[in-house]
């Protein structure tokens, strides 16, 4: 991809809009995250906060970790399920079930899935031509309809993608550092009002994801192509590489908390079963710097990596290059932004767009 004037990391208005979703979304944990990101690896109690990228590889490749333990992901999905959740085998066998997730959402998969986003945003961008487009709203639905296709659930698409996001905004209240917001929905009610829209309540973990990166990821990388001015460089060609670098600068799952399940040793820190481990994506993304990472590792380790890399990778960066392509012959211009302060990911409440030249 060639932009027409810099890489989109240089441009400073993007980066400033979205460290602003930092900011006020998250701002304990933004403050945190900044105020540690000098060190590679720190420790604060029985928690280890994990910057460096090869660390943060080495964590989710060299240690073994406890897939369902207090404050993780997995412990999350279990507490959400009672215990059963997407990858609960030991072992080959749940090496075997993540390949078999990983089969199922790659190219056959997206020729199955993506003429349903395909349909939504057919339906949805035109209105940019005479009037607005609320960017939220619109990436709810496309991950609407793509989480009810995965999880072949019977329930309303819209029902199903705001369970996810109020399941995941719960549980985060519950995980995240700061005090609880006095209003929310218990953690637990929210889960059984998930589970039961799904045939399989162990696919509360999938669905939630689904969810919550698409509606997070689409408007802060809409935002930042409008104002790094990329639209004149989105074509079939550019776009593929363009949703993969806009996915690595803006970070849509900032951090994954683990815990280890064994003595080891990372970055030269001692490690002990039960430490919790912090793993920075965004830094190890390199997500906060100015210049291109020279490391192709970099636009990976937002997903994770290794037997932990997130098995949608191939499926989220589809779907933002097929939105990128929808929306840039308008050259959308940002005209009102809202974060929202209560969804589990850094992500807008509101993100309205207006096209280049129109009222």
Known sequence: MTPPAVHPAASRRARRRDRTVYLRSHPLLFALLCATRHRPVLRLGRTLIVHDPDAYRHALTRIPLERTAPGTTGGAAAQFTGGRILFDQDGDDHRA???????????????????????????????????????????????????????????????????????????????L????????????????????????????????????TTVAALPRAAAWCADARLWPAVDATSAPALAAELLRLTAPSP???????????????????????????????????????????????????????????ALARAQLADTLLALAPHRPRVVRARVDRHAALPGYAHLTLRAEGTR
């Open 97 to 175: 079930a993540r390949r078999a997730l990983t089969t199922d959402l790659a190219a056959p998969a997206l020729s199955r899935l993506r003429p349903l986003w395909q349909d939504v945003l057919a339906e949805r961008v035109p209105a940019l031509a005479t009037g607005t487009l609320e960017l939220v709203d619109l990436a709810e639905e496309l991950a609407a309809a793509t989480a009810a296709a995965l999880t072949g659930t019977d329930a309303p698409p819209r029902e199903l993608a705001r369970a996810a996001r109020e399941a995941a905004a719960a549980t985060a209240r519950d995980h």
């Open 177 to 212: 550092p700061g005090p609880r917001p006095p209003r929310g929905t218990d953690a637990a009610e929210a889960a059984a009002r998930l589970t039961a829209l799904l045939p399989d309540p162990r696919d509360a973990m999938l669905a939630v994801a689904a969810v919550n």
């Open 255 to 313: 951090l994954l908390p683990r815990a280890a399940a064994a003595n080891a040793t990372l970055a030269g820190h001692p490690v002990r079963a039960g430490d919790r481990l912090v793993l920075v994506a965004r830094h190890a993304a390199r997500a906060h710097h100015r210049t291109p990472p020279q490391d192709p590792a970099a636009t990976q380790a937002v997903f994770g990596t290794g037997a932990h890399a997130c098995p949608g990778a």
